[in-house]
């Protein structure tokens, strides 16, 4: 099953970059000159000729679909991993379990819990995982998509991304900037991801909404300081693979205790939720494909999970209680995570 959540397409006046401003590259490389750009953020920055002629920019926002593959029940874990999400079969434990977030509560918001209709046949957003079940030689089955570039949605700079309101009491202004009808599919995505924005964060979570590479780069190193490196998942192929089984060659943990991790959002334009987290281990996991496909997966251990809704669906999926082990799960290609280094 594929799911693409919207593709929109709008006019944006852009006058308001010259020669001599500083591009979000440029800015990148001032405040981290030692951590390279992941390919992950390179892609879904718009080319600095587009942004400092002034003219009118047609600018192209979408959001990647989710291709899911049929499950086994009583086998073992099924998971896809793409720009969209990751989907994760669980059949080692019976019926296959899933979530789903189109729109609804998204999975990386561990204030939420997982309604009936969001536990269904096809799995669809998160992996959630033990901790254990990292080491080399381990196997697991996985689904790496890919999403066509026309269907990403792209950082605008920030005084641009600035000047557009960002706020649920703002929603007819947005709607009418993106010429979206207010009762639409995608009126609802933009109103939840806003909703999810400005809601508080579990206790002891520092959280922010990023609308541009600046502002992201911003949080997280006033959050954990300059002497930080950015990472991302990557899979050494250009179209989406097929569900197939992966080995863990490796799996090596970064130093760090403490992470801002951002989850990229489904928006008009390029926003993340970002959030400082305590108690977290971080991994990239080495990982080759029978058919020789490589991949370097990011991976998120939550040591501390004691503040999150119980009803949580890594609890439902995993079968374990708040706070009683590490709960981890890979992040989608176009997430990102800033550990300290």
Same mark, same amino acid.
């Given at each position: 099953?594929?799911?693409?959540?919207? &593709?929109? #397409?709008? %006019?944006?006046?852009?006058?308001?970059?010259?020669?001599? =401003?500083?591009?979000?590259?440029?800015?990148?490389?001032?405040?981290?000159?030692?951590?390279?750009? $992941?390919?992950?953020?390179?892609?879904?920055?718009?080319? *600095?000729?587009?942004?400092?002629?002034?003219?009118?920019?047609?600018?192209?926002?979408?959001?990647?679909?989710?291709?899911?593959?049929?499950?086994?029940?009583?086998?073992?874990?099924?998971?896809?991993?793409?720009?969209?999400?990751?989907?994760?079969?669980?059949?080692?434990? !019976?019926?296959?379990?899933?979530? !789903?977030? &189109? $729109?609804?509560?998204?999975?990386?918001?561990?204030? #939420? =819990?997982?309604?009936?209709?969001? %536990?269904?046949?096809?799995?669809?957003?998160?992996?959630?995982?033990?901790?254990?079940?990292? &080491?080399?030689?381990?196997?697991?089955?996985?689904?790496?998509?890919?999403?066509? $570039?026309?269907?990403?949605?792209?950082?605008? $700079?920030?005084?641009?991304?600035?000047?557009?309101?960002?706020?649920?009491?703002?929603?007819?202004?947005?709607?009418?900037?993106?010429?979206?009808?207010?009762?639409?599919?995608?009126?609802?995505?933009?109103?939840? *991801?806003?909703?999810?924005?400005?809601?508080?964060?579990?206790?002891?979570?520092?959280?922010?909404?990023?609308?541009?590479?600046?502002?992201?780069?911003?949080?997280?190193?006033?959050?954990?300081?300059?002497?930080?490196?950015?990472?991302?998942?990557?899979?050494?192929?250009?179209?989406?693979?097929?569900?197939?089984?992966?080995?863990?060659?490796?799996?090596?943990? %970064?130093?760090?205790?403490?992470?801002?991790?951002?989850?990229?959002?489904?928006?008009? #334009?390029?926003?993340? #939720?970002?959030?400082?987290?305590?108690?977290?281990?971080?991994?990239?996991?080495?990982?080759?494909?029978?058919?020789?496909?490589?991949?370097? =997966?990011?991976?998120?251990?939550?040591?501390? *999970?004691?503040?999150?809704?119980?009803?949580?669906?890594?609890?439902?999926?995993?079968?374990?209680?708040?706070?009683?082990?590490?709960?981890?799960?890979?992040?989608?290609?176009?997430?990102?995570?800033?550990?300290?280094?």
């Amino acid at each position: 099953m594929k799911f693409t959540l919207f &593709h929109v #397409y709008t %006019l944006l006046s852009v006058s308001l970059l010259g020669c001599r =401003a500083v591009t979000p590259e440029v800015y990148w490389k001032s405040l981290l000159p030692n951590s390279p750009m $992941p390919k992950s953020v390179k892609d879904i920055l718009v080319s *600095t000729a587009e942004w400092t002629e002034e003219k009118f920019a047609m600018v192209g926002v979408g959001a990647g679909g989710v291709e899911v593959g049929a499950g086994t029940p009583g086998e073992q874990t099924e998971v896809g991993v793409g720009r969209g999400g990751v989907a994760v079969h669980t059949t080692h434990r !019976g019926k296959p379990v899933c979530v !789903g977030v &189109h $729109p609804g509560p998204d999975p990386f918001n561990y204030l #939420y =819990a997982a309604s009936a209709d969001q %536990l269904k046949d096809d799995p669809n957003v998160a992996l959630f995982f033990l901790e254990n079940d990292l &080491h080399q030689g381990g196997e697991m089955k996985l689904h790496f998509t890919k999403v066509d $570039p026309s269907q990403k949605t792209t950082f605008l $700079p920030r005084n641009i991304a600035d000047s557009i309101p960002f706020s649920s009491n703002k929603l007819p202004q947005i709607y009418n900037k993106f010429s979206i009808k207010p009762e639409s599919p995608e009126a609802e995505i933009m109103k939840q *991801t806003l909703s999810e924005c400005e809601k508080k964060g579990i206790e002891g979570e520092e959280k922010y909404c990023a609308t541009s590479l600046e502002s992201m780069v911003d949080f997280s190193t006033t959050k954990l300081g300059k002497k930080v490196k950015a990472i991302s998942t990557e899979v050494n192929a250009k179209e989406s693979r097929p569900l197939q089984k992966y080995k863990i060659e490796g799996a090596k943990k %970064l130093v760090a205790d403490k992470a801002v991790v951002c989850h990229k959002k489904n928006y008009a #334009y390029a926003v993340f #939720y970002c959030h400082k987290t305590v108690s977290t281990r971080a991994y990239v996991v080495s990982l080759v494909g029978v058919d020789g496909t490589k991949a370097k =997966a990011v991976a998120v251990c939550h040591t501390d *999970t004691s503040k999150w809704n119980p009803k949580h669906v890594a609890f439902q999926v995993l079968k374990v209680k708040p706070g009683s082990v590490p709960i981890c799960h890979f992040l989608p290609e176009d997430h990102v995570v800033w550990v300290p280094y």
